[in-house]
């Protein structure tokens, strides 16, 4: 009796996942870099009661779980064997409010620019210099999303997340979050270890502008406002970077890299224009800089290409695999090193 009731149980678990897991799915249209991978298992995330099954059936079936939010900043190397989720959870609630700050808790699969646009509607600020940023809401706190000043550590309060191994529920303060330049903990330590569900930003009451970044300045004319900063930041980003549904891409696809100011001294002995800014007590040199110095604006491999305007900016208009991209960044990554003693990062996340 215990048997069949165990049976009908595990039977009509079977029937709920088979309804929220598809197999062989193709990843391309889940990517901006238009990668044709394909997943063995996904599953889109709408409701945050089916992640327990889904975790479940993960651990019981020995598969790895991948969460994707926009793909905006991935590269899948190849197939994925494992599970992929989908984060697609919506849901937008303001928590608190005081006369200077107001607390807002953010779903994870919310839109990353509809989310600022909201912000501005209800005169909540801060995000404005993030604005057209692709991606999701849980992904920004991933690596600290950044643009014109402004990175997205500085309106975060709390990140919820539930581990995947244990299904259990965990929150991480501002501090846990160990947020760096394009950095997080979520990036490293618990890579691959935590779903994030919800995001907690404590915005201001107030607007105040961070409009000293040349580009954005020349687009503003005195006051400046939210809207007009807003404004000022879609338009420069739409002039300058190409957008995937057109021309797919990851947006920068390697990180400035951070050097000391004695190999500063010693690369503008050969290289007296090269760009780089100060950041605390190094220097971050401008990687599309090196990349267009070294000539690979004009350079094709295999179809992948970077972006005639945007050295930084890998483009893979053919749809080629992630393979073919990945050797194309490693190929610029030996020319860098070779020529100017510096080793780039890869900032997308390389998914094997
Ligand atoms: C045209 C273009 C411009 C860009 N400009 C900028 C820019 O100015 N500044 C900047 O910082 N970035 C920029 N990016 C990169 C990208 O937009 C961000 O990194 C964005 O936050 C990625 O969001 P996503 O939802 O697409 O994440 P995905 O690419 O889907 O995932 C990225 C990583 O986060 C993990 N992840 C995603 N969601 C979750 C979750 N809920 N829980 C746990 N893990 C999760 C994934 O597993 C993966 O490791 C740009 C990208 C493009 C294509």
């Not at 709920?16 to 990843?27: A, D, F, P």
């Not at 912000?119 to 809401?137: D, K, M, R, S, W």
């Not at 303060?173 to 404590?202: G, M, W």
């Not at 208009?317 to 860098?336: C, M, T």
Request: glycine share 4%; hydrophobic share 45%.
């Amino acid at each position: 009796m215990i048997y069949t009731y165990g049976c009908a149980l595990k039977l009509k678990r079977v029937r709920k996942i088979s309804r929220v897991v598809t197999t062989n799915v193709s990843l391309e249209a889940l990517n901006t870099l238009a990668i044709p991978a394909r997943a063995a298992h996904f599953a889109e995330l709408t409701d945050l009661a089916q992640l327990p099954l889904l975790l479940q059936f993960a651990r019981e079936s020995d598969l790895n779980v991948f969460i994707l939010g926009e793909g905006s900043n991935c590269v899948f190397a190849s197939d994925y064997s494992g599970l992929v989720i989908q984060q697609r959870l919506q849901g937008i609630d303001v928590q608190s409010e005081c006369s200077e700050r107001v607390l807002v808790k953010v779903a994870a699969g919310e839109n990353w620019h509809a989310f600022v646009q909201w912000c501005l509607a209800n005169n909540f600020h801060g995000l404005e210099n993030l604005a057209l940023i692709p991606g999701t809401v849980g992904a920004a706190p991933i690596q600290n999303i950044g643009a014109y000043g402004v990175e997205v550590e500085t309106f975060i309060e709390r990140v919820h997340a539930i581990e995947i191994d244990s299904g259990k529920a965990v929150q991480f303060s501002h501090a846990q979050c160990q947020f760096a330049y394009r950095e997080s903990v979520f990036k490293r330590a618990l890579r691959d270890r935590v779903v994030i569900t919800h995001v907690e930003f404590s915005l201001l009451k107030h607007f105040l502008a961070v409009s000293h970044y040349p580009s954005l300045s020349q687009q503003l004319t005195q006051p400046v406002t939210a809207q007009s900063l807003f404004d000022a930041v879609c338009t420069v980003r739409r002039s300058k970077l190409p957008d995937p549904i057109e021309i797919p891409n990851a947006g920068s696809f390697f990180k400035n890299p951070v050097i000391s100011s004695d190999q500063l001294i010693e690369l503008q002995r050969s290289f007296p224009s090269v760009v780089s800014y100060p950041v605390e007590s190094e220097f971050k040199v401008a990687a599309g800089w090196l990349i267009d110095q070294a000539g690979w604006k004009q350079k094709q491999l295999d179809c992948v290409i970077v972006h005639h305007d945007q050295a930084l900016v890998v483009t893979n208009p053919k749809h080629r695999p992630g393979a073919s991209v990945l050797q194309y960044a490693y190929n610029i990554q030996s020319d860098i090193k070779r020529r100017f003693g510096i080793d780039l990062e890869i900032e997308p996340r390389v998914i094997c």
